[in-house]
């Protein structure tokens, strides 16, 4: 990790202090990194070894994003086939002075998975010429990246101040919002809430609106079902940089954990399930094989055509979208869309007072 002299870097939750660090900035940029008691190595290796024991196979789309697959996400979101970062940017480029103005003056900008925060830009540019000094908390599982980004965007804009949190997004929504007095906007850019199933995306909204306050709020960005001439294609690129997202994951067990996958015996596969409404990405298998991972000191038996599932991806119609909103407590204040009408930004607000929070 860089060093950096403008730059505050603590482990542990409790170390954070009490104070509301995003009222007492004395520098442009705060990266906290979440303190864990087990090895991310370790965690992996076992998340690896149950997932590929499990019948059909799994690896889990959290694993996806080490150094070069993130590197790779940045392309997959310039290809001509995948759509959503570019309808997502139609939106935000159309309607961000709409969406900063329903905000109160001088709120929080809270973002998951935050990522390059790309096309964040276009809305904490607008909320500095609202607001003039603005505070933007990223939160992403890389510290290294959060640390890239956070200087890359404090060089650019003078007037904003950056606490960044290094970890899983409960801990930094925890910390952040804790310590936080004024009015929050927690945003979940990219429809990465279509990698968790409907049951658990209602859960965790559910763990986030427990969190917040009453002048709160989340801006969500949700992909809409569409035919899958649309999807399979922005899943699966004629250039094959998707596949080669997809396949990273196996050259990232060879090299953490001391597998021996061959690329060349695996194949990307993505197809759309119309009646769940879902794309499923895997990965499989082009012969009968067994294949070692050394640091578990395991082997894994596969057969011809085996398939390893690595993500879904859910779409929602319009009607869904509203029932994630009620299921979790919030109500749908306002909905943005692209001018296909293939994409969703969407205001949540607080629905219920926390007392009826947690009586659901």
């Known amino acids: 990790m860089l060093e950096m002299e403008d730059s505050i870097f603590t482990k542990e939750a409790n170390e954070m202090g009490t104070a ?10 705060i ?9 991310p190595t370790l965690t992996f290796a076992k998340d690896v070894l149950k997932g590929l024991n499990e019948s059909p196979k799994r690896l889990s789309s959290v694993y996806f994003y080490d150094e070069r697959g993130s590197q790779i996400f940045e392309k997959i979101c310039d290809l001509d086939e995948y759509y959503l970062t570019r309808k997502e940017t139609e939106i935000l480029e159309k309607y961000a002075s709409e969406i900063i103005s329903d905000l109160p003056l001088n709120t929080h900008l809270v973002e998951l998975g ?35 980004t956070s200087r890359n965007l404090t060089q650019r804009y ?14 930094g929504i925890d910390h952040i919002l804790q310590h936080s007095h004024g009015p929050n906007c927690i945003m979940w850019l990219g429809s990465s809430i279509g990698n968790l199933t409907r049951q658990e995306a209602a859960k965790f909204l559910v763990g ?35 596949a080669d997202f997809n396949l990273n994951l196996l050259d990232r067990i060879n090299g953490e954990l001391g597998g021996q996958f061959s690329r060349d015996h695996f194949q ?13 990405m895997y990965l499989v298998s082009d012969l009968d094989q067994d294949i070692k991972i050394e ?24 009607a869904e979208i509203k029932a994630l909103a009620d299921d979790s407590g919030f109500r749908l204040e306002r909905q943005w869309l692209d001018e296909s009408g293939w994409f969703s930004l969407n205001a949540f607000k607080p629905r219920n007072t926390m007392h009826e929070m947690h009586a659901l």
Do not use: W
């Open 268 to 280: 990307h596969k993505a197809v759309y399930d119309v009646d769940e409404g879902r794309i499923e």
């Open 20 to 29: 509301s660090m995003t009222e007492t900035l004395t520098a442009p940029i």
């Open 295 to 318: 640091n578990i000191d395991t082997s894994v038996s596969f057969e011809k055509g085996e398939h390893i599932l690595t993500e879904y991806s859910y779409k929602y119609s319009h």
């Open 158 to 171: 003078a007037e904003l101040q950056v606490e960044a949190i290094a970890g899983r997004y409960e801990f």
């Open 208 to 242: 986030i609106r427990q969190r917040m306050k009453k002048n709160d709020c989340l801006l969500l960005g949700i992909d809409l079902r569409k035919g899958p001439d649309i999807l399979e294609p922005a899943y699966d690129d004629t250039r094959g940089v998707t």
């Open 31 to 39: 990266v906290h990194s979440q303190h864990t008691t087990e090895d």
């Open 114 to 148: 935050s990522g390059s925060s790309r096309k964040t830009r276009i809305l904490l540019e607008t909320a500095l010429a609202r607001f003039n000094l603005i505070r933007y908390s990223p939160i992403d599982v890389s510290a290294e990246i959060l640390e890239k």
